[in-house]
Nanobody, 126 residues
Framework: QVQLVESGGGLVQTGGSLRLSCAASGRTFSSYAMGWFRQAPGKEREFVAAISRLGTITNYADSVKGRFTISRDNAKNTWYLQMNRLKPEDTAIYYC???????????????????WGQGTQVTVSS
């Protein structure tokens, strides 16, 4: 059974940092692009960051560019989202996802992603 499990969420003050992890099991995701999305209460799910199969291409939402960093460790079947200088507007449930695709792909829309985690809550207090 394929599973993506997020961890690392929590409560942090404005300006703080968190590191989210997404561990995959049930298959190897080295041939998949990986992404992070988030959904705040009352809002639609939005793209945060994505990384290509080999980690050579990254893609970020403008709202997180320069503050968040996505990375992956294919040997561990795990990828990460380092979040620095957090703001209250970053408060949301964060989801990891996997998308089959070319080596040059780091999709910013939900539709290419075939596998999703259950999400982890990130709350940034002001």
């Amino acid at each position: 059974q394929v599973q993506l499990v997020e961890s690392g969420g929590g409560l942090v003050q404005t300006g703080g940092s968190l590191r989210l992890s997404c561990a995959a099991s049930g298959r190897t995701f080295s041939s998949y692009a990986m992404g992070w999305f988030r959904q705040a209460p009352g809002k639609e799910r939005e793209f945060v960051a994505a990384i290509s199969r080999l980690g050579t291409i990254t893609n970020y939402a403008d709202s997180v560019k320069g503050r968040f960093t996505i990375s992956r460790d294919n040997a561990k079947n795990t990828w990460y989202l380092q979040m620095n200088r957090l703001k209250p507007e970053d408060t949301a449930i964060y989801y990891c996802a996997a998308a089959p695709g070319s080596v040059f792909s780091a999709p910013s829309t939900p539709s290419p992603y075939s596998h999703w985690g259950q999400g982890t809550q990130v709350t940034v207090s002001s």
